[in-house]
């Protein structure tokens, strides 16, 4: 079992930024694929960016340059470093890990794990 827990979230302003961590316990993240989804009010919950099992990067067109993921093998932990917030992106952030081993592309990866998720919300 992976227990993930997100935290970082918060209100901030247009143009900040954040760092959201996704912290694992009970089995390491370093061999799993790790994604970052976020669900705003009434839209469905989207891939924004992720992690695979190698070190392989991804990220949804409207986040790229903005959004920069990351893991920490040591600490057990994927972050997610987001720069030059828009409103837009006010969402619930939820962290997902896969159950096995995965090179695969991200957006066709089964996340097993979940966390709870961490607010953001952006002003204008």
């Known amino acids: 079992q992976v227990q993930l827990v997100e935290s970082g979230g918060g209100v901030v302003q247009a143009g900040g930024s954040l760092r959201l961590s996704c912290a694992a316990s009970g089995r390491t993240l370093s061999n799993r694929a790790t994604g970052w989804f976020r669900q705003a009010p009434g839209k469905e919950r989207e891939l924004v960016a992720a992690i695979t099992s190698g070190g392989s990067t991804y990220y949804v067109n409207r986040v790229k340059g903005r959004f920069t993921i990351s893991r920490d093998n040591a600490k057990n932990t994927v972050y997610l470093q987001i720069n030059s917030l828009k409103p837009e992106d006010t969402a619930v952030y939820y962290c997902?890990?896969?159950?096995?081993?995965?090179?695969?592309?991200?957006?066709?990866?089964?996340?097993?794990?979940w966390g709870q998720g961490t607010q953001v919300t952006v002003s204008s």
């Open positions: 997902a890990a896969s159950r096995y081993y995965s090179d695969a592309d991200p957006r066709s990866v089964e996340y097993y794990y």
